[in-house]
């Protein structure tokens, strides 16, 4: 079965960067959709981005310019470097195979000085 790993999240103050980091185990990696998405306290999941297996990507509105997700086919990983962080980008992320009932568990992101 495969499963997602998430890993990177911590505390980083405003203007800071963070790399994310998600681990796939199980087959098949390479020819799916991935995506990285967020929740912040009390509100709903959003999408923050997301890449085709031919690397095609689209982004959040809210992250445009200062996120950039990419994908590792050999090793299946996915990542997403977080640049220019904010307070409103604090949310657990979480990783996920597009289309599919398959997300990890997350990873905590706190931007706060």
């Known amino acids: 079965q495969v499963q997602l790993v998430e890993s990177g999240g911590g505390l980083v103050q405003p203007g800071g960067s963070l790399r994310l980091s998600c681990a796939a185990s199980?087959?098949?990696?390479?020819?799916?959709?991935m995506g990285w998405y967020r929740q912040a306290p009390e509100k709903q999941r959003e999408l923050v981005a997301t890449i085709t297996s031919q690397r095609t990507t689209a982004y959040g509105d809210s992250v445009k310019g200062r996120f950039t997700i990419s994908r590792d086919n050999v090793n299946n990983m996915m990542y997403l470097q977080m640049n220019s962080l904010q307070p409103e980008d604090t949310a657990v992320y979480y990783c996920?195979?597009?289309?599919?009932?398959?997300w990890g568990k997350g990873t905590r992101v706190t931007v706060s000085s």
């Open positions: 199980g087959s098949g990696f390479a020819i799916v959709a």
């Open positions: 996920h195979v597009e289309r599919t009932t398959l």
